[in-house]
């Protein structure tokens, strides 16, 4: 053999083929001689703590490929990303446990990316509001049984704030958690066999679906298993998190109680096809509606797509719609980021194909007049006693003042579902839970059990459709606090007024609205206000909300107008409603049909 030396060619050569040997060892996963090796040209790959990195640049690898090619593709169009999509980029942030941990250890909060990178594992980290930890759960179509929420109790008095928050996504939350408390809340749930993880940050949050799934006499078919099978298709499907943007999921069977599925980026709504509607390749059953973009907030409801899904097509296609939005979503714009923005951009036409595409399939388009869509809805269904479709069986929806329950009250809770139901808690998109499965004769031994506790199953029209989100108590974007202001309006409408129907009053504390303002009869969205040389708390006030069979956007009525004014205003408005609307006319009905001035009026001397 010639000792002659390799001539630098040779040696680049080699050099090359070696480091592009690495490199697909990387891709695949394969164990590597060392965590970075030299390439030619000083290219260098590493492997461990974090992205697979070629020169610093996360490599495309493993099922999250397609969340860091769609990075790619933004840098190489000569786009900036936005600053959260460099911190994923950056560092995966599902594998933080350790800094996690690390950090509790110290007694420490994150700072600067790892704020917003914690929040993928449920913390958020809620200051200048509160020096504390937020923790956000995965609770599948809101479904607890008393032992984990009998856990969930103590957690909190151990490592929380001794109390328990009910969400509009049929979820909880614990807060006031210290930051040395952070990785006991974490192994806590996971006790508890609860997840948190992509509850927070840009993930697809609580799949919801209808709260009486499999108890509901009007329903069209149980929900419940189909949140849930969702809940794991995404846990076990690493690229579901990576996504531009938060994702909401929603399934509604068609009942008595709403999962405002119009309201989510992909909604499943039941419908049926009739016998005299069916042919050879549409047989007659029951099926999901398809309606995709709805973000409330962005003043957009869900809209039909004309596709039509067999109940055990929905996990995979709802799967499918996510990839194509992680590939496509906009990743320099926060504000324009959401999946409404892919539709509006591209049209619901070809964004399906894309779908198809994604699946390998074409699906069902079916004409909208060859379905029966359900209206079984009873707005107040969600609070008070109600039969069950099970003989001899009642649920009782239990109300809880603006979704917040005491450690104590959770016990109490637990001991009636243990004691009279079959250990089971749900809770539901209005902020209150539901105890099912009560037999008739203990209904009322049930309701003494909750007047004992400071609770009850009875509403007014006005607390029934109370909804609050956190408000500034405990988040830093709310412009006032929303809980303790709902409950005065509540409070001081009751004492003037009983009502024959619901009206919802949805209290919201910024422009995310957490607390959905838009879609309630009554939409207030907290602001400052300017009096004197303070600022205040105050709200834009809206009317003419909707949802379902009554979808609507609430419009501006008034603006910045400061809290001490509020409760007489809506006290206004709801008076001149009870004077001027038709017979068993609805809030909203009257609110649609009258001009802004003659609302206005009723209103102009408190204002």
């Not at 940050?201 to 929900?223: H, K, V």
């Not at 779908?355 to 707005?379: A, Y």
């Not at 008070?384 to 099970?390: A, I, R």
Request: glycine share 10%.
């Amino acid at each position: 053999m010639s000792e002659k030396p390799f001539s630098e060619e040779q040696q680049q050569y080699i050099a090359g083929f070696a480091f592009g040997a690495d490199v697909a060892r990387a891709v695949n996963r394969l164990p590597m001689v060392s965590n970075c090796v030299s390439g030619p040209s000083e290219n260098s790959i590493t492997v461990g703590g974090g992205a697979t990195t070629v020169n610093g640049e996360a490599l495309p690898v493993g099922p999250e490929r397609i969340a860091l090619q769609a990075q790619a593709d933004c840098i190489a169009a000569g786009k900036k990303l936005c600053k959260e999509e460099k911190a994923k980029r950056a560092k995966n942030p599902l594998d933080m446990w350790d800094e996690i941990q690390a950090r509790s250890d110290a007694n420490e909060f994150p700072k600067g990316d790892d704020v917003f990178l914690t929040k993928f594992h449920g913390l958020f980290f809620v200051a200048p509001a509160q020096n504390s930890f937020m923790c956000r759960m995965r609770l599948p179509g809101g479904v607890l049984h008393s032992w984990q929420l009998r856990g969930l109790a103590d957690l909190s008095e151990k490592s929380a704030g001794g109390f328990v928050d009910v969400t509009t996504r049929a979820n909880l939350q614990l807060r006031e958690i210290p930051a040395d408390h952070a990785m006991n809340i974490l192994y806590g749930l996971r006790e508890l066999d609860i997840i948190s993880l992509g509850s927070g940050g840009d993930n697809i949050r609580n799949c919801t679906a209808s709260a009486l799934s499999g108890i509901d006499p009007s329903e069209l078919i149980e929900t419940i298993p189909f949140a849930k099978r969702m809940h794991h298709y995404i846990l076990n499907h690493r690229e579901m998190y990576g996504l531009p943007r938060k994702f909401n999921i929603a399934f509604d069977g068609g009942g008595s109680i709403s999962a405002l599925d119009d309201t989510n980026d992909i909604g499943f709504h039941a419908v049926e096809v009739s016998e005299d509607a069916a042919s050879e390749s549409l047989p007659a059953g029951v099926y999901f509606q398809l309606t995709l973009g709805g973000i409330t907030g962005h003043k957009d409801f869900a809209r039909d797509t004309g596709v039509l899904l067999r109940p055990e097509e929905c996990v995979e296609v709802a799967g499918a719609i996510v990839r194509v939005f992680v590939k496509h979503g906009d990743r320099t714009d926060r504000k324009k980021a959401r999946l409404k923005y892919v539709l509006d951009d591209w049209g619901f036409e070809k964004f399906i194909q894309a779908v198809e595409t994604e699946m390998g399939c074409e699906l069902r388009k079916v004409d909208s007049n060859l379905v029966s869509i359900p209206d079984h809805e009873d707005r107040q269904a969600h609070v008070g006693v109600h039969p069950q479709k099970q003989t001899g069986r009642q649920y009782i929806g239990v109300v809880l003042p603006v979704g917040r329950i005491s450690s104590d009250q959770v016990r109490g809770l637990c001991d009636i579902a243990e004691t009279y139901g079959n250990g089971e808690i749900r809770c539901t998109v209005w902020q209150n839970v539901l105890i099912p499965h009560i037999r008739d004769e203990d209904v009322e031994a049930v309701k003494a059990k909750l007047d004992l506790m400071g609770l009850s199953c009875d509403a007014s029209s006005f607390r029934a459709g109370l909804v609050a989100c956190t408000g500034s108590a405990g988040c830093k974007y709310a412009g006032a606090d929303t809980k303790k202001h709902a409950m005065i309006i509540a409070e001081t409408l009751e004492s003037q007024f009983e009502l024959d129907q619901p009206i919802n009053i949805h209290v919201t504390g910024c422009h995310h609205s957490c607390a959905q303002h838009y879609i309630g009869d009554i939409g207030l969205q907290a602001c400052q206000v300017e009096q004197g040389d303070d600022m205040v708390d105050g709200y834009h006030v809206n009317v003419g909300g909707g949802w379902g069979s009554r979808k609507g956007i609430a419009r501006l009525l008034f603006e910045s107008v400061a809290f001490t004014d509020i409760p007489a205003l809506i006290t206004a408005i709801v008076g001149g409603y009870l004077q001027g609307r038709n017979d068993n006319e609805s809030f909203v009905d009257f609110a649609r049909r009258t001009s802004d001035d003659d609302l206005k009026a009723f209103a102009v001397s408190c204002v």
